[in-house]
T-cell receptor, first 115, second 113 residues
Framework: DGGITQSPKYLFRKEGQNVTLSCEQNLNHDAMYWYRQDPGQGLRLIYYSQIVNDFQKGDIAEGYSVSREKKESFPLTVTSAQKNPTAFYLC?????WGAGAMEQYFGPGTRLTVT | AQSVTQLGSHVSVSEGALVLLRCNYSSSVPPYLFWYVQYPNQGLQLLLKYTSAATLVKGINGFEAEFKKSETSFHLTKPSAHMSDAAEYFCAVTPKPGGKLQFGAGTQVVVTP
């Protein structure tokens, strides 16, 4: 079955540690996205990638980094510079960038807790 | 620039009653509009989308939404609520020709017996 996988489902880290969240898709989509979700704030865009080997900052990129070395993979690193990293993180993809009527397909999310 | 406002962070409806979730948008260009649903600890699933083909859009699970340009609104409705409709609902907008989605803050729907 085609889709987006995110692992792990739950992740716990100590403050000051970097952590990498996995996002893999087998939909052959060009564009991929990372969102952060906090209660009452909807989804906020962290980074997006229009195509392999390219990525752009979203609205809240500070304290995060990404890479897009393969079309199917878009890992997100939450660095120690992120002030409030505890959140639910969602990865999404679309067949191509700029195709506005196309829906974004979402993964199941990773809940990160930093103490 | 575009933005989305969802009126009401929590809505409680009785089973069998009308579900009405409000969404207003602002966009400098004609937009594409979407409604997504999220069940607890899961990703988002598309309910329906407006792409300018028709102002009344039908989606999955009996939901529909009407695009009203004069009111800059895209409200979501379902005639009769089911217990399985309990979830969080997000309205989202992207300007044509597309790209980044702007999401509303979400509306949590509770369905009571």
């Amino acid at each position: 079955d085609g889709g987006i996988t995110q692992s792990p489902k739950y992740l716990f880290r100590k403050e000051g540690q970097n952590v990498t969240l996995s996002c893999e898709q087998n939909l052959n989509h060009d564009a991929m996205y990372w969102y952060r979700q906090d209660p009452g704030q909807g989804l906020r865009l962290i980074y997006y990638s229009q195509i392999v080997n390219d990525f752009q900052k979203g609205d809240i990129a500070e304290g995060y980094s990404v890479s897009r070395e393969k079309k199917e993979s878009f890992p997100l690193t939450v660095t120690s510079a992120q002030k409030n990293p505890t959140a639910f993180y969602l990865c999404a993809s679309t067949p191509r960038w700029g195709a506005g009527a196309m829906e974004q397909y979402f993964g199941p999310g990773t809940r990160l807790t930093v103490t | 620039a575009q933005s989305v406002t969802q009126l009401g962070s929590h809505v409680s409806v009785s089973e069998g009653a009308l579900v009405l979730l409000r969404c207003n948008y602002s966009s400098s260009v004609p937009p594409y509009l979407f409604w997504y649903v999220q069940y607890p600890n899961q990703g988002l699933q598309l309910l329906l989308k407006y792409t300018s083909a028709a102002t009344l859009v039908k989606g999955i699970n009996g939901f529909e939404a009407e695009f009203k340009k004069s009111e800059t609104s895209f409200h979501l409705t379902k005639p009769s609520a089911h217990m399985s409709d309990a979830a969080e609902y997000f309205c989202a907008v992207t300007p044509k020709p597309g790209g980044k989605l702007q999401f509303g803050a979400g509306t949590q729907v509770v369905v009571t017996p």
